[in-house]
T-cell receptor, first 113, second 113 residues
Framework: KNQVEQSPQSLIILEGKNCTLQCNYTVSPFSNLRWYKQDTGRGPVSLTIMTFSENTKSNGRYTATLDADTKQSSLHITASQLSDSASYIC????????????FGAGTRLAVHP | DVKVTQSSRYLVKRTGEKVFLECVQDMDHENMFWYRQDPGLGLRLIYFSYDVKMKEKGDIPEGYSVSREKKERFSLILESASTNQTSMYLCASPFPGERTEAFFGQGTRLTVV
């Protein structure tokens, strides 16, 4: 069964600190892995997309890593800001077909001053 | 700059009512998707459409139907709303191709009372 699991479920950090969110997946055949940021009451917005051959992808203070052998990904946030408070969703695309996406349940991050 | 627009941010409907959720995209895409998002479950695919008047069931189609009369508009219909359909509903429209973005609407928070 295609699944995406994220940890932790929720996280609280102080402004300025770094944090790392985890994503494990069992999706086959694998096409790519995406991290989305979703503000409360809003639709998800893409942060990064990585294919099988990419190990690291950065977008400003966000750095995603992918280990296709162990089927793990992480999202590292550097020097967190209050505006980073959101849910972060790991999404894996299944190769072929109509662009089927498998969503993780998300990690809810709260950045406190 | 808006690419995917959902007609309502918040809706409150009564049990048994017929409910229409509208989604419009301005990118001339063939594919459009409807998801629902519930705490701890991630996004789950309800229906998708790959062309005008074409539709396919997703993972949880029961209690829903869809309509795609024009390329830019994809409607989700709750034939007889029930309280277990209280949820956040998200419409998405991806660019074709593997390394492509899937743009989401801002979401509709539906409450069935």
């Amino acid at each position: 069964k295609n699944q995406v699991e994220q940890s932790p479920q929720s996280l609280i950090i102080l402004e300025g600190k770094n944090c790392t969110l985890q994503c494990n997946y069992t999706v086959s055949p694998f096409s790519n892995l995406r991290w989305y940021k979703q503000d409360t009451g809003r639709g998800p917005v893409s942060l990064t997309i990585m294919t099988f051959s990419e190990n690291t992808k950065s977008n400003g203070r966000y750095t995603a890593t992918l280990d296709a052998d162990t089927k793990q990904s992480s999202l590292h946030i550097t020097a967190s800001q209050l505006s980073d408070s959101a849910s972060y969703i790991c999404v894996v695309r299944v190769r072929g077909g109509y662009n089927k996406l498998i969503f993780g349940a998300g990690t809810r991050l709260a950045v406190h001053p | 700059d808006v690419k995917v627009t959902q007609s309502s941010r918040y809706l409150v409907k009564r049990t048994g009512e017929k409910v229409f959720l509208e989604c419009v995209q301005d990118m001339d895409h063939e594919n459009m998707f409807w998801y629902r998002q519930d705490p701890g479950l991630g996004l789950r695919l309800i229906y998708f459409s790959y062309d005008v008047k074409m539709k396919e069931k997703g993972d949880i189609p029961e209690g829903y139907s869809v309509s795609r009369e024009k390329k830019e508009r994809f409607s989700l219909i709750l034939e007889s709303a029930s309280t277990n359909q209280t949820s956040m509903y998200l419409c998405a429209s991806p660019f074709p191709g593997e390394r492509t973005e899937a743009f989401f609407g801002q979401g509709t928070r539906l409450t069935v009372v």
